[in-house]
C-alpha cells in the first residue's frame, strides 16, 4: 500500500524539509536523513548558489520536489513557462513524485503568492482535475495534491472539504499529499472532526505524509510551521498510518527554524507509530 | 458563481491594500461596504465574521509581499526611510502585483516604476534610483545564468581580430551616480549582527546607518556585480573597462569594443595595450567570458562570409 503508483513505487521513509539554515551542516556532517524534501520554486533559477547546492544534495540524498505555486485550483490553465521551468527541476532532481496544494492563488496572471481555499463545488473539481492532469502529462511525473490549512469557507460549497479532495484525485487519477497538521488546523477553524476526515480519505492514494506544528490565536488557529508537532496532530498521523500503512513522512519547519539535530529529531517521532504500520490495511 | 468570478472577487479584496492600522478596508474594491462585499462569498463562523475570516488572507497578503521586498531591498529601504519604504512598497505593488510564480521577481519593476514615480524617491531621486538598480543587479547574479567559461583551447582558436567575446550572463554591468556600493555592503552588514546585538546597540546601528546615506555624497562609479564561488561581489571598474565590457555584450568585435572603451579616455595611448591586457586578464580569472551565442558568431563581416563560403 505505502508504495503505490502516486509515489513511484517508493518508500521513502522520514524525511525533512531542506532548508538554507541547515545547508552547511548536511553538507559537512553528511547526516544520515531518509529523504530531503525540496520547494520547488527556490530551484526553478537558472543558476548560482541555490543550484549548487541541490546538485550536492543530490550527489548523497533522495529528494522530492515540493511546489506553492502551481494553483491546480486556478480557474484558468496553469502556466506554461513555470511548467517548462518545473520539468527542467524535474528532470534534474529525478523527483519520483511532485506534490502541490490543492488550492489557488492567481487570477489573470497575478499571483498573491497564498495558498487560497478553494470553493468545494462540482465545477471547481473539474477544473482542478483538468489542471493536475495537465501538469501530470507535461511533466510525465506522478502528481499528489496536498490539502491545505483554510481561515474561510466559502457559500457556494456543495461538499465538504475532504469529499473535494477525494472527487479531484478520482477525477484526476492523482495521489493524495496527507498535511495532517493542515486538517486538524482547518477542524479546528471550520468545526469538523479531524478523524472524519482522515478516515474519508482513499488510503490507497496516499503518496505521502506532511506533519508540522502551528501556531495558535485567540478566534483561529494559523498553520505557521514554526513549532513542533502537537499531540493531537501526532493521533491523526497515527491514524492515517494505521489506514495508509508505512508511508513517506516529512516534516515541515519553515518558521523560527531550530538546529538541524532538532528538527530531524522531531521529525523522527514519526518512527514510534511507523514501527507497527508495516502491514497496515485500509479500514 | 462560476469559479473564474469567485475567484476574481476574491482575489480582488485580498490584494487591496490594507488600513494604516493595518486591518482590512470597510470599504470594498468598486464601492460598497466590505462586510457585505465578504459576506456575499464567505461563510461567517461562531468566532469569526466573514469580514474577519477575508482579512486573515488581506493581512498575510500584505505580510508576504512587503516581507520579500523589505528582505530583497533593505539599501533602498535605508535611502527612504522605513515608513516611506513601506508606504512606496505598497503604492508599488497596488499598480504592479505580482505576475510570477516566484516571489524572487517581485521587485523586477520597481526600478521602472520608480522613474515614473519620482516624487516617492522624494529629494534622493538619483541615490534611489541607483540602490534599486544595485540591489536588482545583486539578484540577477546571485541566481544568473552561468554558462560553460571560455577555455585556454577556446582562446587559441581566437586570433583573428574579428572574434568576439561573450560576458557570463550573471554579471552585471552599472554606471552610478553615487558610490551605493559601500553604502549597501555597510546595511547589510548592519543586518547581519543585529540578531546578535542589544537593542541600545541596534539603535546606534540606525543612527549610523542614517548619517551614512545623509551623509553620501555624488561620486560617478562604475561596477561590476558578479559572483565567485557561488557569493556576489561588487567589483568596481575603470570607465574603460565599463565600456569594453558593455561593447562585447553587444556583439562588437574585440577590436572595435577596445576601440570603443578608449574613445573619449584620458588613459595615454601608450598605456593602453598594458590597460587592455591586464583588464582581459582579471576577468578571464574570474570566468567572466564564454563563447558568443551563435546569433553573434553568425553577425561576421562579409570577408568573413566570403572566406566561409571559400572553405565550403
Known amino acids: 500500500m505505502p508504495e503505490n503508483k502516486f509515489n513511484g513505487f517508493t518508500n521513502y521513509g522520514i524525511g525533512i524539509g531542506l532548508r538554507s539554515p541547515h545547508y552547511d551542516h548536511i553538507l559537512s556532517r553528511k547526516p544520515v536523513v531518509d529523504w530531503f524534501e525540496i520547494i520547488s520554486e527556490n530551484f526553478m533559477i537558472d543558476g548560482g548558489r541555490p543550484l549548487h547546492i541541490l546538485d550536492q544534495i543530490l550527489e548523497q540524498y533522495k529528494v522530492v520536489q515540493h511546489g506553492v505555486s502551481m494553483y491546480f485550483g486556478s480557474a484558468e490553465k496553469p502556466n506554461r513557462e513555470h511548467l517548462r521551468r518545473l520539468k527542467e527541476l524535474v528532470k534534474r532532481t529525478k523527483t519520483p513524485w511532485l506534490t502541490d496544494h490543492l488550492c489557488w492563488g492567481s487570477v489573470d496572471g497575478r499571483y498573491t503568492h497564498d495558498l487560497l481555499p478553494m470553493p468545494y463545488t462540482f465545477e471547481a473539481a473539474r477544473l482542478t482535475a483538468r489542471n493536475v492532469r495537465e501538469v501530470r502529462d507535461f511533466l510525465e511525473v506522478p502528481i499528489a495534491v496536498e490539502n491545505v490549512s483554510s481561515y474561510a469557507e466559502f ?15 478520482e477525477r484526476s487519477d492523482c495521489g493524495i499529499l496527507l498535511d495532517v497538521n493542515n486538517i486538524y488546523v482547518s ?18 492514494r496516499v503518496a505521502q505524509i506532511h506533519i508540522a506544528g502551528h501556531s495558535k490565536f485567540q478566534k483561529y488557529i494559523l498553520d505557521t510551521h514554526d513549532h ?8 491523526l498521523y497515527e491514524r492515517a498510518i494505521q489506514r495508509a500503512g508505512h508511508t513517506a513522512t516529512l516534516l515541515e519547519w519553515d518558521d523560527s527554524i531550530p538546529s538541524f539535530q532538532e528538527v530531524h529529531r522531531e521529525a523522527k517521532k514519526a518512527n514510534r507509530f511507523l514501527a507497527d504500520t508495516s502491514l497496515a490495511v485500509a479500514v | 458563481m462560476k469559479l473564474a468570478t469567485l475567484q476574481r472577487a476574491v482575489a480582488r479584496a485580498v490584494m487591496q491594500p490594507l488600513t494604516r492600522s493595518e486591518r482590512m478596508k470597510r470599504s470594498a474594491p468598486g464601492g460598497g461596504r466590505m462586510s457585505t462585499y465578504a459576506a456575499r462569498y464567505i461563510k461567517p463562523n461562531d468566532r469569526l465574521t466573514s469580514f474577519e475570516r477575508l482579512e486573515i488572507y ?4 500584505w505580510l508576504r509581499v512587503l516581507g520579500a521586498l523589505a528582505e530583497d531591498f533593505p539599501g533602498l529601504r535605508a535611502v527612504l526611510g522605513g515608513q516611506w519604504f513601506e508606504s512606496m512598497c505598497k ?3 497596488t499598480e504592479c502585483p505580482s505576475r510570477s510564480f516566484t516571489l524572487r521577481n517581485l521587485g523586477a519593476r520597481l526600478e521602472s516604476w520608480l522613474r515614473q514615480n519620482p516624487s516617492w524617491m522624494r529629494d534622493r531621486q538619483a541615490l534611489a534610483l541607483d540602490m534599486v538598480r544595485l540591489e536588482w543587479a545583486d539578484i540577477e547574479a546571485f541566481d544568473g545564468q552561468a554558462k560553460p567559461p571560455l577555455r585556454s583551447e577556446d582562446l587559441r582558436e581566437m586570433q583573428s581580430p574579428q572574434l568576439r567575446l561573450a560576458l557570463q550572463p550573471y554579471v ?3 554606471e552610478l551616480r553615487y558610490p551605493v556600493d559601500d553604502l549597501l555592503l555597510a546595511v547589510k552588514h548592519g543586518e547581519d549582527t543585529a540578531d546578535f546585538t542589544s537593542n541600545a546597540i541596534q539603535e546606534r546601528k540606525k543612527r549610523s546607518k542614517v548619517r551614512a546615506v545623509a551623509k553620501l555624497e555624488p561620486a560617478q562609479i562604475f561596477l561590476a556585480v558578479h559572483r565567485l564561488d557561488f557569493s556576489v561581489y561588487f567589483r568596481r571598474i575603470e570607465p574603460e573597462d565599463f565600456a569594453l565590457l558593455g561593447a562585447l555584450r553587444s556583439g562588437k568585435t574585440i577590436e572595435r569594443a577596445i576601440e570603443f572603451a578608449f574613445r573619449k579616455s584620458a588613459v595615454p595611448a601608450a598605456d593602453r595595450a598594458a590597460f587592455v591586457q591586464h583588464s582581459f586578464q582579471t576577468w578571464a580569472t574570474l570566468g567572466w567570458f564564454c563563447r558568443p551565442e551563435e546569433k553573434h558568431a553568425r553577425r561576421e563581416s562579409p570577408r568573413e562570409k566570403g572566406i566561409a563560403r571559400n572553405h565550403e
Open chain 1, 228 to 235: 513542533p508537532v502537537i499531540d493531537p496532530v501526532w493521533k
Open chain 2, 172 to 174: 552585471q554591468l552599472l
Open chain 2, 91 to 93: 503604492a508599488y505593488l
Open chain 1, 155 to 169: 457559500h457556494v460549497s456543495e461538499m465538504t472539504e475532504w469529499e473535494f479532495l477525494n472527487e479531484v484525485a
Open chain 2, 58 to 61: 488581506n493581512r498575510q497578503y
Open chain 1, 187 to 204: 477542524s479546528q477553524n471550520h468545526s469538523f472532526n479531524p478523524f472524519d476526515y482522515v478516515n474519508s480519505v482513499p488510503a490507497e
